[in-house]
């Protein structure tokens, strides 16, 4: 095919692309587009950042093989639609954005490896990346010592905060104990059995469950705890301790791919949706595609965010979701706290005038996304996001249904008092 310039197929080409490329505007507003020549690149990179007049590269870790790819997928897909939709805008600061990926593959010491090889090999402007908390600890120290900045779309324990992380997912107090507080609310539940994978984020969660449950919120008593390794896929000996204990609720924070066994497992052991109230941190429509609506039926999911959604917001999002990566994509709470990553980053290097990361993260605080896909979002000065709570009960067929929502945005607070 030709490539003159003049050539009226290219620009025609070149029209429709456009074209396409706008119809992502509504759904952010139209606040990058600039009809000025762009800033001079010596004004907006003092710091040998891999930025050019015409491009700036940013990092993508996340892990894209081991037990973690499950739920790491989603994210990756959503960085990178959020990416090629500002590109179709023009840019961030003129500048088209160019991503380097790097694969984590579940396992910690190659996240701080990768980390490393992005911020001072490649001098990446910003990363998109980790899931697990094991991840970020490993990666933190690194990003902290070579002044990177990182945007983290998992929700987590809390118990955290630092200048080079802006946390895009929720916080303990707008999961888990409003989760906790939900059940002990609409479903009288006063015995809580503790379930998770072997690593910080399911064990410092369940402190924080423990303590809410027995002594901050008193809502009742533990009777049960258990971890299992990452991976795990023998959940028997776990399933007959909670047959013994009769909970009036299972409390799970279970990872990756054990979710496909421990689901499975528990529904041939007769422990049913219909039966047995079971409200999870961690089953998303991402962990759903391998557990199976079946299996998951009846029991809850505590998470800002569901592919079910009715908002205008939503609808735009899913729908370009599923252009992009096929009509069974499907959407989970992590994959659209990913997509707010590139968005929320974009505004900041706006506001800032420069792609250098103490300006873009003095520039953050306040800074609003009214288009998230979960309805509306705004940066705490802690680097949290102002989000709302929800509660959904899995379908059979592997969709979500809402039943609750907080009233207001829950402003995030990663120390709550009396949770140390």
């Known amino acids: 095919m030709s490539h003159d310039q003049n050539d009226p197929r290219n620009s025609d080409l070149s029209r429709r692309r456009l074209l396409q490329g706008m119809g992502a505007l509504p759904l952010m507003g139209m606040t990058g587009?600039?009809?000025?020549?762009?800033?001079?690149?010596?004004?907006?990179?003092?710091?040998?950042?891999?930025?050019?007049d015409t491009e700036v590269v940013v990092g993508q870790l996340h892990s894209a093989t081991g037990t973690m790819a499950i739920?790491?997928?989603?994210?990756?897909?959503?960085?990178?639609?959020?990416?090629?939709?500002?590109n179709a805008m023009g840019g961030v600061l003129g500048r088209k954005i160019r991503v380097i990926k790097?694969?984590?593959a579940s396992d910690?010491?190659?996240f701080a490896e990768k980390s490393k090889k992005l911020l001072v090999n490649d001098r990446v402007a910003c990363v998109f990346g980790c899931w697990t908390s094991a991840s970020r600890k490993a990666v933190l120290p690194i990003f902290e010592k070579?002044?990177?900045?990182?945007?983290?779309?998992?929700?987590?324990?809390?118990?955290?905060?630092?200048?080079?992380?802006?946390y895009?997912?929720?916080?303990?107090?707008?999961?888990?104990?409003?989760?906790l507080d939900w059940g002990a609310k609409e479903k009288k539940a006063k015995t809580f059995f503790l379930v998770g994978s072997d690593y910080i984020w399911p064990r410092t969660s369940m402190k924080i469950a423990r303590k809410h449950i027995e002594s901050v919120g008193k809502l009742g008593k533990v009777v049960g705890e258990e971890y299992y390794p990452l991976g795990n896929t023998n959940f028997n000996s776990l399933i007959n301790k909670i047959k013994l204990a009769k909970p009036d609720c299972i409390f799970a924070a279970v990872v990756g791919g054990s979710n496909v066994a421990f689901y499975k497992q528990l529904k041939a052991a007769g422990i049913t949706g219909a039966k047995q109230f079971l409200l999870t941190l961690s089953v998303t429509e991402d962990e759903m595609l391998g557990v199976g609506g079946e299996n998951f039926a009846g029991f809850y999911s505590s998470m800002k965010y569901f592919q079910s959604l009715d908002n205008a917001n939503n609808k735009k999002f899913v729908e370009a979701f599923k252009k992009a990566y096929g009509p069974k994509a499907v959407i989970g709470d992590v994959t659209q706290a990913g997509y707010l990553g590139p968005w929320l980053w974009k505004a900041a290097v706006e506001k800032a005038g420069s792609f250098d990361v103490d300006k873009v993260v003095a520039a953050s605080p306040g800074i609003e996304l009214k288009t998230a896909p979960e309805g509306y979002v705004k940066v705490h000065e802690n680097h949290h996001l102002y989000s709302k709570a929800r509660i959904a009960q899995g379908q059979p067929d592997g969709t979500f249904k809402v039943v609750a929502e907080s009233k207001d945005l829950i402003e995030p607070n990663p120390f709550p008092k009396g949770y140390q």
Do not use: C, H, M
């Open 33 to 52: 587009l600039s009809y000025g020549a762009p800033p001079a690149t010596s004004a907006v990179n003092t710091t040998k950042l891999a930025v050019t």
């Open 71 to 86: 739920s790491e997928t989603g994210s990756i897909q959503a960085e990178q639609l959020a990416i090629d939709q500002i």
């Open 102 to 104: 790097e694969d984590g």
């Open 108 to 110: 910690w010491p190659t």
């Open 146 to 166: 070579e002044n990177g900045l990182l945007y983290y779309p998992t929700f987590y324990e809390g118990l955290e905060q630092s200048k080079n992380v802006i």
């Open 168 to 179: 895009t997912g929720q916080e303990a107090t707008q999961q888990i104990i409003w989760g």
